[in-house]
């Protein structure tokens, strides 16, 4: 049984920076996405971020490029997001997934599990 289980949300000012794990047990692809979500309330939950398990290849939405950058420790089975240059419009929970697919690393759908979430709140 797959468990996802994120850490490291938490409250920071804007221009700072929060990192994000999802520490990932009984997840044993090495050729899917694992990626991390945000979803505000009352809107559809985003892709933000995701890495491809196997290659180490990411991807990102536009909305943080050059900001977040996503990577991971295959040993310890934990990926991280690491968040730079936080905005108020960053504010949401987080969430991680795993069992992606390269292609559709963006879409909910595509992933069969999901942790709890973490909040993030960045004030201005």
């Known amino acids: 049984q797959v468990h996802l289980t994120e850490s490291g949300g938490g409250s920071v000012q804007a221009g700072g920076s929060l990192r994000l794990s999802c520490a990932a047990s009984?997840?044993?692809?090495?050729?899917?996405?694992m990626a991390w979500f945000r979803q505000a309330p009352g809107k559809e939950r985003e892709g933000v971020e995701t890495?491809?398990?196997?290659?180490?290849?990411?991807g990102y939405a536009d909305s943080v490029k050059g900001r977040f950058t996503i990577s991971q420790d295959n040993a310890k089975q934990t990926v991280f997001l690491q968040m730079d240059s936080l905005k108020p419009e960053d504010t949401t929970m987080y969430y991680c997934?795993?069992?992606?697919?390269?292609?559709?690393?963006?879409?909910?759908?595509?992933?069969?599990?999901w942790g709890q979430g973490t909040q993030v709140t960045v004030s201005s």
């Open positions: 009984g997840y044993t692809y090495s050729n899917r996405c």
């Open positions: 997934a795993a069992g992606g697919a390269r292609g559709n690393w963006d879409k909910k759908w595509s992933y069969s599990y």
């Open positions: 890495i491809h398990t196997g290659s180490s290849t990411a």
